[in-house]
Nanobody, 116 residues
């Protein structure tokens, strides 16, 4: 019943930008944290960025200064603005929602490829 719908992935050149969006729908409980994870081939899934309902954020060191996470809490929507993209950012990006009753939901993943 709960769905996370992602969009915005694709192929981009190094130095370019992409904006990922994730919309949560259905009978979801109040969301406490929304975030973006990514997984590259051969690597474990890692947290890229997260934002709480109060607006606090955190980022993995490798994207600080380049990526910005934002959200519309009322609409259960989270965005990831990605600037100055590098080939090392290539991965499948997953949206995640964590509710106040400790339910976790995942999107299906969207491919981001940074290549010249």
């Amino acid at each position: 019943q709960v769905q996370l719908v992602e969009s915005g992935g694709g192929l981009v050149q190094p130095g370019g930008s992409l904006r990922l969006s994730c919309v949560a729908s259905g009978s979801i409980s109040t969301v406490n944290i929304m975030g973006w994870y990514r997984q590259a081939p051969g690597n474990q899934r890692e947290l890229v960025a997260a934002i709480t309902s109060g607006g606090s954020t955190n980022y993995v060191d490798s994207v600080k200064g380049r990526f910005t996470i934002s959200s519309d809490v009322a609409k259960k929507t989270v965005y990831l603005q990605m600037n100055s993209l590098k080939p090392e950012d290539t991965a499948v990006y997953y949206c995640n929602a964590d509710t106040v009753v400790h339910n976790r939901y995942w999107g299906q993943g969207t491919q981001v490829t940074v290549s010249s």
